[in-house]
């Protein structure tokens, strides 16, 4: 493996004539957050453009983009995004961008929909958008035409419309596979276009950045279509209502369980403003087959028994406005959860999401519904490659370097090991990380100078501009710890004390017998201010930051918290 400087210094500069940066703003050391700077000195553009959805330690936050700021320096040169798939943490990001740089967009049909829709709810113009059809090609860069061109080449994915993008550059061809897999009977009857991978590789390639979700399953991941026998099975074991919850975007999912329920005789009610849309829109662009008179509004639903009725709805990772969840707290009339019903959750918990799932399905059996899978057969595949498809495809590109991208660090490096077991050498493999820098040059030489400014931008929707990270660390501190204040009263001639400073709480525990250990934070705060230098008394911000230090050290060594320390100094009226 490489070995990589700590800091990038010269980044602000335009690149050499004949060097080509890729740089990971999002998406790698991590799952989600996906965007990769590609930088020349005549071609500037993303591939991807995604968000990363916050956990429990980021209250009020309901999104995370990446920081663009490697970008500011060149904000005038920005050409392009050019977009592999449609999911969030692909897409997610766009709206956010766009107002900054409002450049154009390429990607499928399926996945322009989704951004579009995106987009009409930021009041962000839709013509920034231009389809690319499989195999398609764009020239990007400079405006004599572009000396970068862009294919997309299909690949099977958990979503329509997935692709591969291969970049043709001065430096040669590269190959960036987006989230795949090699699925040998996909519903939709698009293959993985591994005829075209391997022609590239036959004619030569520079690099590949390739997706590294499921390196550590081995073998191959299952097809498809394989979950057809455990979710048929479900409908045959169900004798009320069967209510499945999975991915809104996973389209081919939603489609056998649309046949299913044509099959089984069952009208189909869908709970959830995702699934409309993305229904809507498969539909529009014939991804899906859905008879008219199939589909039932929920407030019908109470017209048919339940062994008629099919629920579709979202909140497979236990989102708490799901329509799931608003079944669960029995918010939806005529659709109650009851005895005889049955749960199914056809989707992967995303790391971090098990306990929400956890008890969303222990209030479904508390309702009397069955959520066990046991004896069904698959109910979910997952759309990403399992390590025999990620050797298949090294092997078909094969690659001058390999970089193994989207995941954690522990998933870029058992995959760099992977190709180091198919016969890459260790200085053919690059493991890149967030923000850091992989130069490609003229011939075959290539090399990593370092990082460059990346972090997270947190997102509130209530608020029309980003959240201070300093802003969310002050929520999780109130949320855990609570908040103390602490009140002086000055005369504002002496500037002494004209009365013992008063403690209030919020959100913290004290010790056993409040009202003396709200003395000693008092007496600790009239010490404080009795033994500040007169300097430090007339400097109002030098005093509050005197204090806090002051509280805060006496709080943490006789509690072991961290509460949020307001000093408050005020001077007595009438004085």
């Known amino acids: 493996m490489m070995p990589v400087a700590p800091e990038f210094t010269s980044w602000t500069e335009t690149p050499a004539d004949d060097e080509l940066r890729l740089i990971p703003i999002g998406g790698l050391g991590e799952f989600g957050m996906n965007?990769?700077?590609?930088?020349?000195?005549?071609?500037?553009?993303?591939v991807d453009c995604g968000q990363l959805f916050p956990s429990d330690d980021q209250p009020g936050i309901d999104s995370i983009v990446p920081d663009f700021a490697y970008l500011e320096p060149f904000a005038d040169r920005l050409q392009a995004v050019l977009l592999t798939h449609g999911h969030e943490d692909h897409i997610g990001a766009l709206p956010y961008f766009l107002r900054r740089w409002p450049v154009p967009v390429y990607g499928t049909a399926f996945t322009l929909g989704l951004v579009e829709g995106k987009l009409r709810e930021h009041g962000i113009d839709a013509d920034l958008l231009h389809?690319?059809?499989?195999?398609?090609?764009?020239?990007?860069?400079?405006?004599?035409?572009?000396?970068?061109?862009?294919q997309w080449i299909p690949v099977t994915h958990s979503i329509p419309d997935a692709c591969a993008l291969v970049l043709h550059t001065p430096q040669g061809v590269l190959v960036h596979s987006g989230d795949f897999k090699i699925d040998p009977d996909p519903l939709d009857s698009r293959h993985t276009g591994m005829d075209r991978l391997k022609a590239l590789g036959d004619a030569g390639v520079r690099l590949l950045m390739a997706d590294s979700t499921n390196v550590g399953r081995p073998g191959r991941s299952p097809s498809e279509s394989a979950c057809r026998e455990g979710l048929e099975a479900a409908f045959e074991q169900t004798k009320g209502r069967l209510f499945v919850t999975t991915f809104s975007s996973n389209i081919h999912r939603l489609q056998t369980l649309i046949d299913l329920a044509y099959e089984f005789r069952r009208r189909v009610v869908l709970l959830g403003r995702s699934l409309d849309r993305n229904l809507a829109l498969a539909r529009s662009l014939k991804r899906l087959a859905l008879p008219d008179d199939l589909l039932t509004d929920p407030k019908d639903a109470h017209l048919f028994d339940p062994d008629e009725l099919l629920v579709l709805c979202t909140g497979s990772q236990g989102e708490p406005m799901s329509g799931l969840a608003r079944l669960l707290r029995r918010e939806v009339k005529g659709l109650p959860i009851e005895p005889g019903d049955r749960l199914v959750v056809s989707a992967r918990a995303i790391p971090g999401n098990e306990v929400a799932i956890s008890r969303m399905l222990d209030e479904a059996e508390r309702l009397g519904a069955e959520t066990s899978l046991e004896g069904l057969g698959p109910v979910h595949a997952s759309g990403h490659g399992s390590r025999d498809e990620l050797a298949d495809l090294i092997r078909a590109v094969r690659p001058a370097q390999m970089v193994p991208v989207h995941g954690t660090y522990r998933n870029l490096r058992a995959h760099g090991k992977l190709a180091a077991s198919l016969g890459w050498p260790p200085e053919r493999i690059s493991l890149l990380d967030g923000g850091l820098c992989?130069?490609?040059?003229?011939?075959?030489?290539?090399?990593?100078?370092?990082?460059?400014?990346?972090?997270?931008?947190?997102?509130?929707?209530?608020?029309?501009?980003?959240?201070?990270?300093?802003?969310v660390k002050d929520r999780l501190i109130l949320q855990e710890d609570g908040v103390v204040f602490a009140t002086l009263l000055v005369d504002p001639q002496t500037r002494d004390l004209v009365a013992e400073p008063t403690i209030l709480s919020r959100g913290f525990v004290m010790l056993s017998d409040d009202e003396a250990y709200t003395e000693l934070l008092a007496g600790v705060a009239r010490k404080t201010y009795e033994e500040a230098p007169p300097e430090i008394r007339k400097d109002g911000e030098a005093l509050r930051d005197t204090l806090r230090l002051a509280l805060r050290r006496v709080i943490r060594k006789t509690t072991q918290t961290r509460p949020l320390v307001i000093p408050v100094v005020l001077e007595a009226p009438g004085i």
Request: glycine share 14%.
């Open 131 to 150: 389809p690319v059809p499989d195999y398609g090609r764009v020239k990007v860069g400079h405006e004599d035409g572009g000396e970068i061109e862009a």
């Open 438 to 471: 992989l130069r490609l040059f003229g011939g075959d030489r290539v090399d990593m100078p370092g990082a460059v400014p990346v972090g997270k931008c947190f997102v509130s929707e209530g608020v029309d501009h980003m959240v201070d990270a300093r802003v």
């Open 35 to 46: 965007a990769l700077v590609v930088h020349s000195a005549r071609s500037l553009f993303l």
